[in-house]
């Protein structure tokens, strides 16, 4: 699943680090959601959109 997260987290100037606070989950687990290699589960997306503000789909895009 492609994402934005990398955008809109340079947006804030927040690092991986600072973003993984937010969410509560390991700046590993940010690498890895924004390089596209893990996907997050339905309550983390939840918590990545609130914290930037946005709707999920807004978030996170269809591959297709």
């Known amino acids: 699943m492609k994402n934005r997260?990398?955008?809109?987290?340079a947006e804030r100037a927040?690092?991986?680090a600072d973003l993984a606070q937010r969410v509560s989950?390991?700046?590993q687990t940010i690498?890895?959601?924004e390089t596209g290699k893990f996907d997050p589960s339905?309550?983390?997306a939840f918590r990545l959109a609130r914290v930037f503000n946005l709707k999920i789909e807004e978030v996170f895009l269809d591959d297709q």
């Open 5 to 9: 997260i990398t955008e809109l987290r």
């Open 14 to 16: 927040w690092t991986q």
């Open 25 to 27: 989950v390991s700046r």
């Open 31 to 33: 690498n890895a959601i």
């Open 42 to 44: 339905l309550p983390v």
